[in-house]
C-alpha cells in the first residue's frame, strides 16, 4: 500500500473504536492500542494472538549476543498484554543453524508464555541439517500426515500453517510443493467465503526479494485458493523485518525477528545478520499481536520493538 | 674456511629442501572462503588428493553441501571451517543448504 486515500483512512478511523488506532508511517498503515482501557471494550467474539518469528537460538555476533535474553524479553512483553492472546504462533528459524540443545531452549523459555497455546511451523534454520526429523518429531504430531501442515477454527477464523522450507533447494526459494497445494484447496474447499483466514508460513508467500530468496516459487498457486475469501491475513517471518502488501483482499504481513535485524532488501551486498551495536538492534527487533474484531477487515496487526 | 663453505651448502641445502616441501604442501591443499553470502573463488581447480577447506567469515551460518551427496558440512557459524579432500578426478558442484543461490564449483584434475 503506497498512500492511504480518504476512505481508507475512514476505514482505519473506525479501529479507533475498539481500541486501535491507526497511522500512516511511511506509506504503511500500522496501529497501536489506545488505552488499556479501550482494548477492554473489544467484543467477546474478538480474540488476540501474538505471533513471534526467527528467535535463532545459537546465535551469537555484533547485533545480538544472547538470543534467549531477547526472547525472555519478547515472552515478558507478550505476558503484559490485556486482553492476554488466545494463542502465539512462532513462525519458525527456532534455533540458528540447528544448534544442539537450542530447541530445547526454546521450548523451556515459551513454556512461560501466558497463553492455551503455541503453534508452531518450521524455518529452514529448523530443518536443513536433517531435513526436518527433528523439528517434525517435536512438532509433527497432530499436524497433516505428520508433515507439519495445520488448520485450525478459532471463534469463527480459519488458520492455516503451512511449510515453505522443506524443498528449500535449488534456487533458493520457498516452495510448498504439490501435496499441501492440494491439500490447502481442500481444507478450504467447505469454508464460506465470508470467513476471515489467516494463513502463516516461514518463508513470504510474495515475492518480496527473489534475489536473496525472499519468495516462495509456488505461492501464487496456493493463494488462487483463497482468492474467494472476503479476508485473508498471511503473516510471514524469515526477512527479520516489517513488511506489508495489500493485493485486493489479501493482505500480507512479514514479522521482526526476536534476535537479530536483517538489511532491508537490495541495501546491502547480501542478507543476513546486520553487524550494528546491540542497542540500535533493539529497535528492529520485536513481536507481532494481532486483534480480530467481527465485522472489521482486515485484522489489526501491531508490531512492537524491544527497543 | 673449508668447513664454513660446507656448512653454507647444507644451510643452503635445508632452505631449499624446505621451500620445496613447503612448494607440495600448497599444492595439496586449497581455501575457499565463504563471505557475503559467496564462495570465493567460485570456481575452485585443484589436483587429486587436495585438501579443500572452507571457512566461513559471515556471522550467518552457511554449509558446504554437494549437489550430488559427496560431501556436506554441518552448519558453519562464524569463522568455523570444514575440509574434503578431493581423490577422484571430476566436476563438484556444491550450495549453501541455508541459502541454495550460492553456488559455486571445485574441478579436481
Request: contains cysteine; negative net charge.
Amino acid at each position: 500500500m503506497d498512500s492511504i486515500d480518504r476512505r481508507g483512512f475512514l476505514e482505519c478511523m473506525a479501529w479507533a473504536g475498539t481500541g486501535l488506532l491507526w497511522a500512516a508511517s511511511g506509506g504503511v498503515l500500522s496501529s497501536r492500542i489506545v488505552s488499556p482501557a479501550a482494548a477492554a471494550e473489544t467484543k467477546a467474539e474478538s480474540f488476540r494472538f501474538a505471533q513471534i518469528s526467527d528467535t535463532h537460538i545459537g546465535f551469537k555476533g555484533q547485533a545480538n549476543g544472547d538470543p534467549t535474553a531477547t526472547l525472555q524479553q519478547v515472552v515478558e512483553r507478550i505476558n503484559a498484554l490485556q486482553p492476554a492472546p488466545a494463542f502465539v504462533l512462532h513462525t519458525g528459524d527456532q534455533t540458528h543453524g540447528q544448534k544442539a540443545g537450542a530447541f530445547d531452549t526454546v521450548a523451556e523459555i515459551l513454556k512461560g508464555l501466558k497463553t492455551e497455546r503455541v503453534f508452531y511451523l518450521p524455518g529452514e534454520h529448523d530443518v536443513f541439517l536433517d531435513g526436518g526429523k527433528e523439528y517434525l518429531e517435536r512438532y509433527g504430531k497432530g499436524t497433516v500426515g505428520g508433515r507439519g501442515w495445520q488448520s485450525f477454527d478459532y471463534k469463527g477464523t480459519h488458520f492455516v500453517g503451512l511449510v515453505n522450507v522443506l524443498k528449500y533447494k535449488g534456487e533458493g526459494v520457498g516452495a510448498l510443493g504439490e501435496d499441501q497445494i492440494e491439500w490447502l484447496g481442500k481444507d478450504l474447499a467447505s469454508l464460506s467465503s465470508s470467513t476471515p483466514v489467516v494463513v502463516f508460513a516461514h518463508v513470504p508467500l510474495w515475492a518480496v526479494y527473489p534475489q536473496w530468496g525472499w519468495t516462495t516459487e509456488d505461492a501464487a498457486r496456493g493463494l488462487e485458493h483463497l482468492k474467494r475469501f472476503g479476508s485473508v491475513t498471511v503473516l510471514n517471518g524469515h526477512i527479520h523485518q516489517v513488511m506489508q502488501k495489500v493485493e485486493g483482499t489479501v493482505a500480507f504481513h512479514t514479522a521482526m525477528s526476536t534476535a537479530f535485524p536483517q538489511p532491508a532488501p537490495g541495501s546491502a551486498p547480501a542478507p543476513g545478520p546486520m553487524k550494528i551495536p546491540e542497542a540500535e538492534a533493539r529497535r528492529m527487533i520485536g513481536s507481532t499481536d494481532v486483534t480480530y474484531v467481527p465485522g472489521q477487515h482486515p485484522l489489526a496487526i501491531v508490531d512492537t520493538r524491544l527497543g | 674456511m673449508k668447513s664454513y663453505v660446507w656448512s653454507v651448502v647444507i644451510a643452503l641445502g635445508i632452505v631449499l629442501a624446505g621451500l620445496t616441501a613447503g612448494h607440495a604442501a600448497e599444492r595439496s591443499s586449497a581455501a575457499i572462503s565463504v563471505q557475503q553470502f559467496k564462495f570465493a573463488p567460485s570456481v575452485l581447480t585443484v589436483r587429486v588428493g587436495t585438501t579443500v577447506t572452507w571457512t566461513n567469515h559471515d556471522e550467518e551460518t552457511h554449509t558446504v553441501t554437494s549437489a550430488t551427496g559427496a560431501f556436506a558440512s554441518a552448519g558453519l557459524g562464524h569463522e568455523e571451517g570444514f575440509s574434503e579432500t578431493f581423490t577422484s578426478p571430476g566436476r563438484y558442484e556444491y550450495f549453501c543448504a541455508l541459502h541454495p543461490h550460492m553456488k559455486a564449483t571445485v574441478i579436481v584434475r
